[in-house]
């Protein structure tokens, strides 16, 4: 049972294009959402993250868009660079599901960005 | 301000045999998560401690357990190494004590069961 889907394995850019990472979840009890990176041999750094009660968050070449209708939620990296390269990944937590939720992280399974010079 | 650490960066074990993983959070926080990630299943939760108390637990079998010290420094044991637990386990902590937060990432400890 995903509940966190990132149905692209791999995304493929040119430098100086915008990249558009996708997400989609099922579990409506979830109202907060985060976006990581992640190189190999190290742990996720996170991006940026959202709540539910807005529909857009930015820092700097970074933005997060979410659409609770469709429970789909996208990352976009304007303007994308080589070292923007890495896996993303998303994830989600809910505060209405009480302590079941507690430091508890969904991520889906990743989407490997290459952003080529 | 000092990340996450982790100790040992890499280990290998064989099947029987126990292990224990280290995790010291960022100074001033109090939650510990830990997660492990494997090809197939990806990042999966397997606790979270506050306090020295488990909050929250994921759905993996009892050989899987962990504790947090009074300076919230974390450990987690699994016992009757698998093959299948092979895997990069990451621990991550947080300041905040409500149920949804940024989490920051140590960068893993490897084990690989022979």
């Known amino acids: 049972d995903q509940q966190v889907k990132q149905n692209s394995p791999s995304l493929s850019v040119q430098e100086g294009r915008i990249s558009i990472l996708n997400c989609d979840y099922t579990?409506?009890?979830?109202?907060?959402f985060l976006w990581y990176k992640k190189y190999p041999a190290e742990g996720p750094t996170f991006l940026i993250s959202?709540?539910?009660?807005?529909d857009k968050n930015e820092d700097g070449r970074f933005t997060v868009f979410l659409n609770k209708s469709a429970k789909h939620l996208s990352l976009h990296i304007v303007p994308s660079q080589p070292g923007d390269s890495a896996v993303y990944f998303c994830a989600a937590s809910g505060r209405r599901a009480g302590g079941t939720s507690y430091g508890k992280l969904t991520f889906g399974q990743g989407t490997i960005l290459t952003v080529h010079p | 301000k000092a990340g996450v650490t982790q100790t040992p960066r890499y280990l290998i074990k064989t099947r029987g045999q126990q292990v224990t993983l280290s995790c010291s959070p960022i100074?001033?926080?109090?939650?510990v998560s830990w997660y492990q990630q494997t090809p197939g299943q990806g990042l999966q939760f397997l606790f979270e401690y506050f306090s020295e108390t488990q909050r929250n637990k994921g759905n993996f079998p009892g050989r899987f357990s962990g504790r947090q010290f009074s300076n919230s420094r974390s450990e987690m044991n699994v016992s009757t190494l698998e093959l299948g637990d092979s895997a990069l386990y990451l621990c991550a902590s947080s300041g905040l004590a409500g149920a949804y937060n940024e989490q920051f990432f140590g960068p893993g400890t490897r084990l690989t069961v022979l």
């Open positions: 100074s001033g926080h109090r939650s």
């Open positions: 579990n409506s009890m979830f109202d907060y």
């Open positions: 959202i709540s539910s009660i807005k």
